[in-house]
């Protein structure tokens, strides 16, 4: 059992930076790979990045990639998203959500665990 926690979530101007993170409980946290998902009003979970037990590998949808940045710290069981040259359209509720070594790290549906997510708008 893995429960996650996120922070970090604001209002924040176009070109600004927000840093999220996410901290999870339970002695197991190294074991899972991580994954960050966004809903924005009236739309469907959508995909941001990821990041297997290690470290080593990140995975980040294409609309997100140059300017965010996924890593973990399993010292302290937390995973973090930094954002950088934030646009509007990044404005969403963004979770944290954990999941075992196999299945598609894209895919909500392969993640057991879930934070109860942070809110990030982005003004224009």
């Known amino acids: 059992q893995v429960q996650l926690v996120e922070s970090g979530g604001g209002l924040v101007q176009a070109g600004g930076s927000l840093r999220l993170s996410c901290a999870a409980s339970g002695r197991t946290f190294s074991t899972y790979t991580m994954g960050w998902f966004r809903q924005a009003p009236g739309k469907e979970r959508e995909f941001v990045a990821a990041?297997?037990?290690?470290?080593?590998?990140?995975w980040y949808a294409d609309s997100v990639k140059g300017r965010f940045t996924i890593s973990r710290d399993n010292a302290k069981n937390t995973v973090y998203l930094q954002m950088n040259s934030l646009k509007p359209e990044d404005t969403a509720v963004y979770y944290c959500?954990?999941?075992?070594?196999?299945?598609?790290?894209?895919?909500?549906?392969?993640?057991?665990?879930w934070g109860q997510g942070t809110k990030v708008t982005v003004s224009s």
């Open positions: 959500a954990a999941k075992g070594v196999l299945g598609i790290v894209t895919s909500s549906h392969e993640y057991a665990y």
């Open positions: 990041i297997n037990w290690s470290g080593g590998s990140t």
